[in-house]
């Protein structure tokens, strides 16, 4: 069987480019160029491409590539990829859904803890000689035994709810509709209610306009004064300059950011904030998860070069 040809439009692994090099015949850009740069040739032929983009990939990307029968994801979210053009193009999407679900939830719940428990300004107060200075560390609020709201019971927020389900939280959801979760876990058929119901508010949501600022100022409104938002879904789904109004107003009691709606670049206003713990958009970033799901887009590669079943496909 002759290698497919394969653009690689991002960064990968040497363990991944080498898996990929061996069984394709590839052809990579950065994630910050353009198809413009990669040969008449290749644009002309090419049936896939292995996608590690941070921007959107619509018509005009895939008109350049007019041989383009499947997009493989490296990410469970594809916001960045116009799914209806693909269809309308016959181009099949598939994602690496599943093997990031923990780390993504660890990573949440563990921005709780570090605005709930202070560790950022406690980690300081030690290096910075303050707590000889000037002795005991501030109180601050505990994580545990509060009513917390995850927006979005998929696969991650339910990870989520089962870690804060061992914090002895009162559990509050909000999805398209009821999830066979356990019996005590709260349904709420809106964000607004969801938010006007809990103390921390996890937004785990997909990402794409559908989404759009689905945490808007009347939902960050509701919340109740001194409520933490947790974000690790996608920037866009929180209406960011009202979340900053409201933590700089101190009625939000804290927020743990993982995503940002103008990434790589954050809005200043967020990095001032003292309550307030930011991450660069690492909840999948582990050793083990990228390489898991580096493997899964290989497979969906694979298998769709050796005309198989599609392991992962969204369309
Ligand atoms: C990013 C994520 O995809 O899986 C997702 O949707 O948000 C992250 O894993 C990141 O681009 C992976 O490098």
Same mark, same amino acid.
């Given at each position: 069987m002759s290698a497919s040809s394969v653009i690689l439009i991002g960064d990968y692994s040497p363990r991944q480019r080498q898996q990929l090099e061996t069984r394709f015949s590839t052809y990579s850009i950065s994630h910050l160029a353009s198809l413009n740069d990669v040969p008449e040739s290749v644009r002309q032929t090419c049936q896939s491409i292995a996608y590690h983009g941070h921007s959107p990939f619509g018509p005009a990307e895939m008109d350049q590539l007019p041989q383009l029968a499947l997009i493989a994801n490296f990410g469970v979210g594809y916001d960045d990829i116009d799914i209806e053009a693909a269809v309308a193009r016959g181009i099949k999407v598939t994602n690496t859904p599943n093997v990031l679900n923990d780390d993504v939830? =660890?990573?949440a719940v563990g921005m709780l803890l570090a605005v709930k428990r202070q560790l950022l300004a406690g980690d300081r107060w030690v290096r910075e000689g303050e707590w000889a200075r000037r002795g005991t560390f501030p109180l601050n609020a505990n994580a545990n035994g509060l009513r917390v709201g995850v927006l979005g019971m998929g696969r991650i927020g339910r990870e989520i709810a089962d870690r804060m389900a061992a914090f002895k939280s009162e559990l509050h959801y909000q999805s398209r509709r009821p999830k066979n979760v356990p019996s005590t876990w709260q349904y709420h058929s809106t964000p607004l209610e969801l938010a006007a119901t809990? =103390?921390?508010l996890f937004v785990t949501v997909v990402g794409?306009? =559908?989404t759009r600022h689905l945490v808007s100022a009347k939902v960050l409104n509701a919340l109740p004064v001194g409520a933490v938002v947790i974000n690790v879904s996608r920037g866009s789904v929180i209406d960011e300059i009202a979340l900053i109004e409201q933590l700089e107003s101190g009625r939000l009691g804290g927020a743990g950011l993982d995503v940002f709606e103008n990434e790589p670049t954050v809005n200043p206003g967020l990095l001032t904030l =003292?309550?307030?713990i930011l991450q660069p958009h690492q909840g999948s970033g582990t050793l083990q998860t990228r390489e898991a799901m580096g493997d899964l887009q290989f497979a969906n590669l694979d298998a769709f070069a050796a005309?198989?079943?599609?392991l992962t496909p969204v369309n």
């Open positions: 939830a =660890d990573l809990v =103390d921390v794409g306009v =559908d =003292d309550n307030v005309q198989r079943e599609l």
